[in-house]
C-alpha cells in the first residue's frame, strides 16, 4: 500500500519531534538489525534511523534495503536519518 501524500506529509510531521532509535554503523544491515526493525515498527509504526558516520552505506541505499526486508515504506530521508513506516497487525489504532 502506497502512502498518499497527505499521509505522507502527517506522518514527517510526527517524525520531526522523534529521535533516532536505531543506528546502522559500520557492519551495515545486518539480520539481526532487521528483526529489531521489525520489532520497532510493530511496536511503534513509525520509526527514525540514524547512520553513523563510519557505515559504508549511503543514506538511500540504507533506506531502501531496511524499507525493502522490513515491509516498510520510506517517508523521508534526511542527512544521515531516514524514517520508516509500516501499519501494526496487532494494533486497534494506529499512527494513521
Do not use: W
Not at 510526527?14 to 557492519?27: D, L, P, R, W, Y
Not at 547512520?51 to 530521508?77: F, H, K, M, Y
Request: hydrophobic share 40%; charged share 30%.
Amino acid at each position: 500500500m502506497a502512502l498518499t501524500s497527505k499521509e505522507r506529509a502527517k506522518l514527517r510531521s510526527m517524525a520531526n519531534q522523534m529521535t533516532a532509535i536505531f543506528h546502522v554503523g559500520k557492519e551495515g544491515v545486518t539480520p539481526e538489525f532487521i528483526i529489531g526493525v521489525r520489532d520497532a515498527l510493530e511496536a511503534r509504526e513509525l520509526i527514525k534511523i540514524d547512520l553513523n558516520q563510519n557505515c559504508e552505506l549511503e543514506v538511500d541505499e540504507a533506506a531502501e534495503i531496511v524499507a525493502s526486508r522490513t515491509g516498510a515504506e520510506l517517508v523521508q530521508t534526511i542527512g544521515r536519518k531516514f524514517v520508516l513506516y509500516r501499519k501494526s497487525k496487532t494494533k486497534k489504532e494506529g499512527v494513521l
